[in-house]
């Protein structure tokens, strides 16, 4: 029967992505050049995307396009095919197939469609960008088909005897010791569709592949900048995104291998939510769904890159920073049986912003220039990271070097002919330092003798590294930043100044006194950098009201602002999260008995409303003049999504 030929390929083709999510790419390879079917085409085109996207590689676009163009135009052919009845079919026995016949097959060509639009986006062109977009709108429409025929009403609920037993295989320790009291089984619908037979790997191919292509979809678009969404809403789209997340968690709990990439795009979810968006509805909830899809993932192919990365960011948003230095050390050891280069890259990327976050410079930079050696995106972004690490070691002549590596490796790295955003900012900033260093009557060539504030510890402010450092490394900061001249005045902090103290008091009737020779900053951008900085540490250090004053001073700087302009969004974003956290922190203390909860409700109804204020304010600042908008756009966003999560838990539908 065709279908058990279908079944058989689609078995075989697993196991050559059992070789792909265990590292082995050279193994996943072979195995799938053995057949030209349309699952093993596209198994070929998968290790070719992935290779390509996840080391930004664009010398691999061309064969991936070729091989899921083959992949999809075989599926294609399949699909217009009517398999033949079955012989001799028994009516007292025979089970109706629950889904029409061919449904594979449209699954397989719009999963090649889908990574076809995305490969043509990383050709670095227009035209690229346009394809991408005509893709992906094809692929949208078929998955929203696809999924009123599989499921024509609506994902499946869990009944409560299916989470019970289901529930007691899945509380368990898992292998890294991490204690696991619930897993995805539990926070989402159940695997089967409608009924509890299955048709074997075929049927569940079509069950897993409708809920992640249309989870996907809907996720990918809600998190959209809203100025995109304004864009693709001309093609229709729409999103519904608790809808995507559940049908995204459902695919997640099959065995076939949508369920995997399902699991893969909610760990980057709950990891950007977490890393970004600043404050959290439910943290604990987000942090146990995250480690319930990596215990799961994890458990079946404990040697691949991406879930050691995954359970790295977990302990890192976790305040374990040394526990995903341990892990990301160990995945990167020498001497594994399998690597995939590309993967292995993030590992890498993931411990230099660990270790940047630790203060650990030398290592950090190591492992940023250690990133140029393993991939071509950017190298100019990595330089000027290592380059600030550097600079805060005082080993100036090695960072000037790399500074000066800067413009050349940007030139040869653009997309449609221009620069990546953030190598947009570097270029800017570059170019302040060096007119800084002119106008102070030094060298311009040796512009790093101006930079008075690290790069790294500047770019780590679009990564929201230092809202999850521990509190010592955060009080270093403040020490440091503080001290810089003209001292900042911070009269409610006790953490500002060399070695904690704060400046000694001026003589009497002589105003502050101030080192001999040019202040450290000298300019509104610099001061209004460093009062963002000291606000974001304050807050993390648990002062509140410290960080609420030089956020302030930070959006009040911003008028005056000439190069850096996206600091008055950034301040004003982080003061929305401020107001947020300042009620969290009373909750705390509340659940543990320390305050009344007469007062609370109402206070989280003036600072959700209070953020929410602030929010438009930063969004109205995030233009498309200031360089890194987008990623502000996407976290005002995120957070808006959690204030409304916080209303909906409290009953506020103001």
């Not at 090695?398 to 000066?404: F, P, V």
């Not at 003798?449 to 509190?471: C, D, M």
Request: hydrophobic share 40%; glycine share 8%; aromatic share 8%.
């Amino acid at each position: 029967m065709e279908s058990t030929r279908t079944a058989a390929l689609l078995e075989s083709a697993q196991r050559g992505f059992d070789h792909l999510f265990s590292n082995d790419v050279a193994s996943a390879k072979a195995h799938f050049t053995g057949n030209d079917d349309p699952f093993h085409l596209l198994g070929l085109g998968v290790c070719s995307f992935l290779e390509a996207a996840l080391g930004m590689e664009s010398g691999l676009m061309t064969e991936a396009t070729r091989l899921l163009t083959l992949s999809e135009a075989g599926a294609r052919r399949q699909a217009r095919l009517k398999p033949p009845p079955p012989p001799n079919p028994d009516p007292s026995n025979a089970r109706q197939p629950r889904f029409p016949p061919g449904l594979e097959w449209e699954i397989l060509g719009a999963d090649a469609v889908v990574l076809l639009g995305l490969t043509h986006a990383l050709s670095e062109s227009y035209m690229g960008y346009f394809q991408c977009m005509y893709a992906l709108n094809s692929a949208h429409s078929k998955f929203t088909k696809l999924y009123k025929t599989v499921y024509p009403h609506g994902l499946p609920l869990a009944s409560p005897s299916t989470l019970t037993s289901r529930l007691s295989t899945s509380s368990r320790t898992s292998k890294k010791g991490t204690p696991t009291s619930t897993s995805i089984a539990t926070l989402t619908p159940p695997r089967t569709g409608e009924g509890e037979g299955r048709d074997g790997p075929v049927e569940e191919l079509v069950l897993a592949g409708t809920a992640f292509g249309f989870g996907l979809f809907n996720l990918v678009f809600s998190l959209l900048p809203k100025k995109i969404q304004s864009l693709v809403g001309l093609f229709g789209f729409k999103h519904d995104r608790k809808l995507a997340l559940r049908a995204l968690g459902m695919a997640a709990e099959t065995g076939d291998v949508h369920g995997v990439f399902a699991g893969l795009v909610l760990m980057t979810y709950h990891g950007v939510v977490l890393l970004l968006s600043g404050y959290q509805a439910d943290e604990a909830h987000i942090v146990q769904q995250y480690r319930s899809i990596v215990d799961r993932v994890e458990e079946r192919y404990p040697e691949g890159a991406l879930w050691i990365l995954n359970r790295a960011k977990i302990l890192r948003m976790s305040h374990d920073a040394a526990g995903a230095i341990r892990v990301l050390a160990d995945g990167l050891k020498p001497g594994r049986p399998h690597s995939f280069a590309q993967a292995d890259t993030l590992l890498v990327f993931e411990l230099a912003w660990t270790l940047l976050g630790e203060m650990r410079y030398q290592d950090a930079a190591d492992m940023f220039v250690r990133i140029t050696e393993l991939n071509t995106w950017s190298h100019g972004t990595y330089y000027f990271l290592a380059a600030g690490c550097y600079s805060a070691l005082g080993k100036h002549e090695k960072a000037q070097a790399l500074y000066d590596a800067i413009p050349d490796l940007i030139d040869k790295k653009k997309i449609g002919g221009k620069d990546l955003p953030t190598e947009v900012l570097i270029k800017k900033k570059l170019l302040f330092y060096k007119e800084k260093q002119k106008r102070r009557g030094g060298d311009p060539a040796l512009f790093e003798q101006a930079i008075k504030i690290s790069t790294a510890e500047e770019l780590g402010i679009f990564w929201n590294t230092h809202a999850r450092v521990h509190t010592i490394i955060a009080e270093e900061h403040i020490k440091e930043w503080s001290a810089l001249t003209p001292i900042h005045s911070l009269p409610s902090s006790k953490l500002a100044g060399p070695k904690g103290k704060a400046p000694a008091p001026p003589p009497s009737g002589t105003g502050a006194v101030e080192p001999a020779g040019p202040p450290d900053l000298d300019t509104p951008d610099e001061l209004a950098l460093r009062s963002l900085l000291l606000g974001i540490c304050h807050r993390t250090a648990g002062d509140f009201a410290s960080a609420r004053e030089c956020l302030r001073d930070a959006y009040a700087r911003h008028p005056a602002v000439k190069v850096s302009t996206w600091i008055g969004g950034v301040a004003m974003f982080e003061l929305a999260v401020l107001d947020l956290k300042i009620v969290e922190h009373k909750e705390r203390r509340l659940t543990a008995g320390f305050v009344g909860a007469a007062m609370l409700v109402a206070e989280w109804d003036r600072a959700l409303a209070g953020a929410v204020e602030k929010l438009d304010i930063a969004i109205g600042l995030a233009t498309n003049t200031v360089d890194l908008s987008s990623r502000l756009d996407s976290r005002i966003m995120m957070l808006r999504d959690e204030i409304a999560a916080k209303k909906e838990k409290l009953g506020i539908f103001s």
